[in-house]
T-cell receptor, first 109, second 114 residues
Framework: DAKTTQPNSMESNEEEPVHLPCNHS???????IHWYRQLPSQGPEYVIH???SNVNNRMASLAIAEDRKSSTLILHRATLRDAAVYYC??????????FGTGTLLAVQP | EAQVTQNPRYLITVTGKKLTVTCSQN?????MSWYRQDPGLGLRQIYY???????DKGDVPEGYKVSRKEKRNFPLILESPSPNQTSLYFC?????????????FGDGTRLSIL
């Protein structure tokens, strides 16, 4: 069972920032938080992951709450190509990624 | 280019006719895994492999077999396919399995079993 909670869907306008929230209140202290996304007709794609402090890469930023019970994926300027299902994953499983239902992000031109 | 390659991308076949979906990665990854994705059920793990000659069942292994004779390949075998195995299948790999390793996924194989 997925151990994270995300909104089913969100909408954004092109070229605006997007903040995708995730709750993971049962995450253990040593487990990473991962974000993947799945574009239509493609396999899941790694976006970013982190443990405690905020993380940045060329795709996005990850802001992790101080108590680690929630995190936010930040897309700084949404484009139409960012329309996808975004999965927040508690990285604590021993042999797999546990995907929930994710957040379907729609980007309006 | 680093990638996970699955073949075929699409296949329509009939019940009982053995088929193999191949998965190959060129990143020298130790860990490989198969998932299936169904509407309303999300992605579920079928089998995984921590290294060559080491495989184990995931959450939904019934009706599937795998092998890992060499590091780069991890084929998924359906010995006697049935309609309930109609699904979208993804292969994934990572350097090794840990909570700190990103996984790379293939583009998927859509199987229809009639």
């Amino acid at each position: 069972d997925a151990k994270t909670t995300q909104p089913n869907s969100m909408e954004s306008n092109e070229e605006e920032p997007v903040h995708l929230p995730c709750n993971h209140s049962t995450i253990s202290g040593t487990d990473y938080i991962h974000w993947y996304r799945q574009l239509p007709s493609q396999g899941p794609e790694y976006v970013i992951h982190g443990l405690t402090s905020n993380v940045n890469n060329r795709m996005a930023s990850l802001a992790i709450a101080e108590d680690r019970k929630s995190s936010t994926l930040i897309l700084h300027r949404a484009t139409l190509r960012d329309a996808a299902v975004y999965y927040c994953i508690d990285g604590g499983a021993t042999n797999k990624l546990i995907f929930g239902t994710g957040t379907l992000l729609a980007v309006q031109p | 280019e680093a990638q996970v390659t699955q073949n075929p991308r699409y296949l329509i076949t009939v019940t009982g006719k053995k088929l193999t979906v191949t998965c190959s990665q060129n990143m020298n990854h130790e860990y490989m895994s198969w998932y299936r994705q169904d509407p309303g059920l999300g992605l579920r793990q079928i089998y995984y492999s921590m290294n060559v000659e080491v495989t184990d069942k995931g959450d939904v292994p019934e009706g599937y077999k795998v092998s890992r004779k060499e590091k780069r390949n991890f084929p998924l075998i359906l010995e006697s396919p049935s309609p309930n195995q109609t699904s979208l299948y993804f292969c994934a790999s990572s350097l090794w399995f840990s909570g700190n390793q990103p996984q790379h996924f293939g583009d998927g194989t859509r199987l229809s079993i009639l």
